[in-house]
């Protein structure tokens, strides 16, 4: 979705004139890009008309740059209908707060509850969860290790999913936990059963928020899944899952928009660090392509060595960034997730090497080619030549040709870099917010 819509909207953004043929050419391509990216049509429909009413807003200005203004109304239009504000959790003041979490099975639900465990633990909290999805053996124990990982105490019995619950708040209360989350049963469909089931432990527990997961790789049909919960239940909020895999953000464009209600967290990987608060403003950036810097930040400092990164940083200010940098750098990445989860959220970085795979296998090869090295090789790669290159890929247990590619791959991401205004070479060449 971002590249079909940067697309469009740069044909416009610099222009100081707009025509309305400008403006209908531009909404088309736009138009076109949300329904590709599967966005529900009613919602396509709303948001082309409200860009529309901005765009002969524009028109009509005497702005320097109404093209920037038609972004610009883009981009509000967006974090509109991705919800505006951040959502915000409080808490109740008599503890527990409880949190009911609902989803279809496999939307992601007992691997979101550990996530938001995580999350409130991270945040000061003492959180507890309670596994009250009894409908096999197998997923008490999923959240039971999932628990252990991120060491939260974790409730189940087998009694059944509403004494479950209730005993776990009870047992929460008991020992001075502050928030429990409560995982449930799902089905592989909206039915009648599930619905009784989790409107009945809502009735019992009365959950100050109930999180409904909505998997986003199923696009406009979990767009549906939410709308049937919503019915039955009193949703809070929306959990989006699996972002990392849905790169047409269609389900989190249409949700708020169909079922009214906000997109609270989002997760995008199976790792439990891979979650936090959903910023509308930020995946309207993202969408638009310029890039979640912020998250990226954020993400970058939660696991990041800081002194690593600060030195790393430095170096790429100043264009003294090496391969040994580099070989630092790539084990943060590790620590951090994917590499690609990474680029996705830079700005600038072109869409082939976004899409680019980068498995677990490769990096560490990379690490062993550049460990290989000597100190000097790794400062100034230019001095590795055949011999060098053979000793490398002994060492490393590669091939010469796996030495060169890395080289060569490594002179093009420094090109890169400076093309992006790092360096002092090209200081002036910062790209302008839009
Ligand atoms: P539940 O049936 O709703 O409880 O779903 P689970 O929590 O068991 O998750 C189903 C599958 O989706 C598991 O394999 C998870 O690892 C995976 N999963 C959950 N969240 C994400 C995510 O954000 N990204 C990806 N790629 N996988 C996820
Ligand atoms: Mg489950």
Redesign the pocket.
Known sequence: LGGRLEDALSKIRGKARLSEADVELALREIRNALLEADVNLLVVRAITDRIREAAVGAMASRSLTPGQQVVKAVNDELINVLGGETFRITYESKPPTVIL?A?????????????LARYFKAQGRSPMLVGA?LQRPA?VE??KTLASQIQVPMFSEWTSPIEVAKAGVAEARRIGRDVVII?TA?RLTVDAELMDEIAAISREVRPKYTFL?I???MGQDSVNTAKAFNDVLELDAIV??????DARGGAALSVKEVVGKPIAF?????KLD??GPFHPDRMASRILGMGDVLTLIEQAERTMDEEVAERGAKKLMEGKFDLEDFLQQLRQVKKMGSLKGMLSMLPGVPKELRDVEIDDAELGKIEAMISSMTKKERSDPSIIDASRRARIAAGSGTTSANVSALIKQFKEMQKMMRSMGIGPASATKRRPKP
């Open positions: 979490m989803g279809l099975q496999g939307s992601g639900k007992t691997t979101t509850s550990a996530k999805d997923a999923q959240l995982d799902g997961v998997d986003a790789m989006l899952s699996k972002l990392d895999g989002a997760s995008d990987g199976e891979n979650f």
